[in-house]
C-alpha cells in the first residue's frame, strides 16, 4: 500500500491564483482530514470528511473548499490564493467503525504552498 | 483555545528515558489522549493513545493520572531518530486538536 498520498510536494503561487490540493488514499478509510500547518505551530484542521459525499468544516475553513466524492480521494481547493495561505497542507485518513474513539490518523507527505 | 499544554522544548540523553508531560485540565470523560510525534517536516507519525489506563506498545508508554488532567509519554530508552516535535492532542467528535507539542532534542 502507497498509504496517504498527496500531489504537488511544492507549488508557489500568485495572489488571487486558484488551485486544487490533491490527496489519495488507498487503505479504503472512511475518513480523510485537511491540516494546514504554519511555521513553528501545531497543525490546525480545515475540513475533514467521514465518507463519500459527506463533509464538514474544521477550525480554520475560511479560504477554502473540498469534495468527497469517492472514497479514495478528497481534493482541496484554494479559490482565491492569498498570503496568509502560506503553509505546509497535510492530508490524512484513518477509519472508524461505530463512533468509537480509537482513531489512527495517518498522514500524507504534505504539500509546501507559497503564495506571493 | 488550547486543550493541551506543553512544555516547548526538552532535552534528553541518548540511551535515557524521555518523559514528556502534557496537561489537559479540562478533558472531558469520553475524549481520548493521543500522542504522535513529527520528525522534521514530515507528516505526523502515531504513537501511542490512551483513555483512562497506562498503556504501553513498542514505541512508548502513556502515563494518564487518576483524574485524566494530565498525561506524560515515556520513550524508555531515547536515541538520535526519537528527536522531534511531540504533540499531545485529544481526539472528540471526529476531530483532533493539535497542540505546539514538545520538541525533544535527543543529545549524544
Known amino acids: 500500500n502507497a498509504g496517504v498520498t498527496q500531489t504537488p510536494k511544492f507549488r508557489i503561487l500568485k495572489i488571487g491564483q486558484s488551485m486544487t490540493l490533491q490527496c489519495t488514499q488507498d487503505?479504503?478509510?472512511?475518513?480523510m482530514y485537511w491540516y494546514r500547518q504554519d511555521p513553528g505551530m501545531g497543525l490546525k484542521l480545515i475540513y475533514y470528511?467521514?465518507?463519500?459525499?459527506?463533509?464538514d468544516k474544521g477550525e480554520v475553513p475560511n479560504g477554502y473548499n473540498v469534495s468527497r466524492s469517492t472514497t479514495e480521494d478528497f481534493p482541496l481547493r484554494l479559490e482565491l490564493a492569498a498570503p496568509s495561505q502560506t503553509s505546509v497542507y497535510f492530508c490524512?485518513?484513518?477509519?472508524?467503525?461505530?463512533?468509537?474513539?480509537?482513531?489512527?490518523?495517518?498522514f500524507g507527505p504534505g504539500t509546501r504552498l507559497l503564495v506571493l | 483555545d488550547a486543550k493541551t499544554t506543553q512544555p516547548p522544548s526538552m532535552d534528553c540523553a541518548e540511551g535515557r528515558a524521555a518523559n514528556l508531560p502534557c496537561n489537559h485540565s479540562?478533558?472531558?470523560?469520553?475524549?481520548?489522549v493521543y500522542w504522535y510525534r513529527q520528525i522534521h517536516s514530515q507528516g505526523p507519525q502515531y504513537i501511542i493513545h490512551?483513555?483512562?489506563n497506562n498503556e504501553t506498545n513498542e514505541m512508548a508508554s502513556l502515563i494518564i493520572t487518576e483524574d485524566r488532567k494530565s498525561s506524560t509519554l515515556i520513550l524508555p530508552h531515547a536515541t538520535l531518530r526519537d528527536t522531534a516535535v511531540y504533540y499531545c492532542?485529544?481526539?472528540?467528535?471526529?476531530?483532533?486538536?493539535f497542540g505546539s507539542g514538545t520538541k525533544l532534542n535527543v543529545k549524544p
Open positions: 490524512a485518513s484513518s477509519y472508524t467503525s461505530g463512533g468509537a474513539f480509537r482513531e489512527t490518523q495517518y
Open positions: 487503505m479504503n478509510h472512511n475518513y
Open positions: 470528511s467521514v465518507g463519500a459525499g459527506i463533509t
Open positions: 479540562t478533558i472531558s470523560g469520553n475524549e481520548y
Open positions: 490512551g483513555l483512562k
Open positions: 492532542l485529544l481526539y472528540n467528535f471526529n476531530k483532533f486538536y
